[in-house]
Every structure is written in structure tokens, then in C-alpha cells.
């Protein structure tokens, strides 16, 4: 997998200031955690892994989000219902609200990433590229070593121009 990750289609954010892009990401390693509230795979494995990187790695390097991904039981699975799920469990990243689809169950992103089901772990790299959709349990080991592979790839450089200037960063 390398091709350029679409945007994620969101409804609404939970713990951001502002809505997030993966366009303004770009630089940063982006680990996203597709789950449902009532998804006992998530709640046993899924948070707590998406936890777990968020603490292991710096934030300047790796971005961890959520992605509340409602394909069933969706009249219980409301925003106030996750808002209260997310303080609940302590999760401390942003959580984005996927985008319900107007012709089905299953929301925009999910549809998207064709994602399986949930949990399913999404890494991008830090030029914006797609490395890693897995659905299910992921082994934690293999996890933190790819994600400590791909901090450790060098940045594409990139040109930036001022009034007076271009330079190489």
C-alpha cells in the first residue's frame, strides 16, 4: 500500500479545537483507529493500542485520531452517547464522527477506506500515504515497529517560498 490516503469525511470532532485534516497532518506519521462504542474488540484491544502509541510516541512526530465508524445499531451510537463514551474510557486524542452516508449503513469514510469492520487500524505515512489498514487485533509489537520505522524515514524535502525567497526544508 502506498497511494495517497483520502481525506477523512467528517461529521463532527470530539477533543479538537478545530476540524483536522490529513492534509494538515502531512509531516507527521498518522495513526487513525476506526471503532464503534459497542465494538468488544475496540474496547479491549483497540482503544487501549491507539492509547498506548499516543503515550509511546512524541505528538510532534506521530498523530493518533479516532474514527467512530457507526455501521450497526446506529440510534444508540449518537454523539451524546460517544461524548459520554469518551470521557468514560479517558481517551484523550481527537475523535472524529464519520460521516453518515445518505444511502446506506455504512458511513463515508469507512466506505472510503473499504474498510471490514471495526477495529481497524489506519497508518499513514509522513508524506501522506496510505501503509497500513488492518482490520481486527493488531500484534502491538509490530505496531511500535512500524510506526518507529516510518518516524524514522526522512521527510520528503520541500520547497517554501516568502516574499524574498525559496529554501529547501
Same mark, same amino acid.
Given at each position: 500500500?502506498?497511494?495517497?490516503?483520502?481525506?477523512?469525511?467528517?461529521?463532527?470532532?470530539?477533543?479538537?479545537?478545530?476540524?483536522?485534516?490529513?492534509?494538515?497532518?502531512?509531516?507527521?506519521?498518522?495513526?487513525?483507529?476506526?471503532?464503534?462504542?459497542?465494538?468488544?474488540?475496540?474496547?479491549?484491544? @483497540?482503544?487501549?493500542?491507539?492509547?498506548?502509541?499516543?503515550? %509511546?510516541? /512524541?505528538? +510532534?512526530?506521530? $498523530?493518533?485520531? *479516532?474514527?467512530?465508524?457507526?455501521?450497526?445499531?446506529?440510534?444508540?451510537?449518537?454523539?451524546?452517547?460517544?461524548?459520554?463514551?469518551?470521557?468514560?474510557?479517558?481517551?484523550?486524542?481527537?475523535?472524529?464522527?464519520?460521516?453518515?452516508?445518505?444511502?446506506?449503513?455504512?458511513?463515508?469514510?469507512?466506505?472510503?477506506?473499504?474498510?471490514?469492520?471495526?477495529?481497524?487500524?489506519?497508518?499513514?505515512?509522513?508524506? @501522506?500515504?496510505?501503509?497500513?489498514?488492518?482490520?481486527?487485533? %493488531?500484534? /502491538?509489537? +509490530?505496531?511500535? $515497529?512500524?510506526? *518507529?520505522?516510518?518516524?524514522?524515514?526522512?521527510?520528503?524535502?520541500?520547497?517554501?517560498?516568502?516574499?524574498?525567497?525559496?529554501?529547501?526544508?
Amino acid at each position: 500500500m502506498s497511494s495517497i490516503a483520502p481525506e477523512l469525511q467528517v461529521a463532527a470532532w470530539l477533543n479538537s479545537a478545530r476540524p483536522l485534516s490529513l492534509q494538515q497532518l502531512r509531516g507527521k506519521v498518522v495513526v487513525i483507529y476506526a471503532f464503534q462504542m459497542l465494538c468488544p474488540g475496540c474496547v479491549s484491544h @483497540g482503544i487501549p493500542q491507539a492509547k498506548a502509541i499516543r503515550a %509511546a510516541f /512524541d505528538e +510532534q512526530d506521530v $498523530a493518533v485520531l *479516532g474514527l467512530h465508524s457507526v455501521f450497526e445499531h446506529h440510534a444508540v451510537m449518537n454523539r451524546e452517547a460517544l461524548e459520554a463514551f469518551v470521557h468514560e474510557y479517558r481517551i484523550g486524542f481527537p475523535v472524529a464522527i464519520d460521516q453518515p452516508s445518505a444511502h446506506g449503513p455504512i458511513p463515508l469514510t469507512m466506505e472510503e477506506y473499504q474498510l471490514r469492520g471495526t477495529p481497524t487500524l489506519i497508518v499513514i505515512d509522513r508524506e @501522506g500515504r496510505l501503509r497500513l489498514s488492518h482490520f481486527g487485533r %493488531a500484534e /502491538d509489537m +509490530q505496531v511500535g $515497529a512500524l510506526i *518507529g520505522q516510518l518516524v524514522g524515514e526522512a521527510p520528503a524535502q520541500q520547497v517554501v517560498c516568502d516574499d524574498t525567497a525559496c529554501s529547501i526544508r
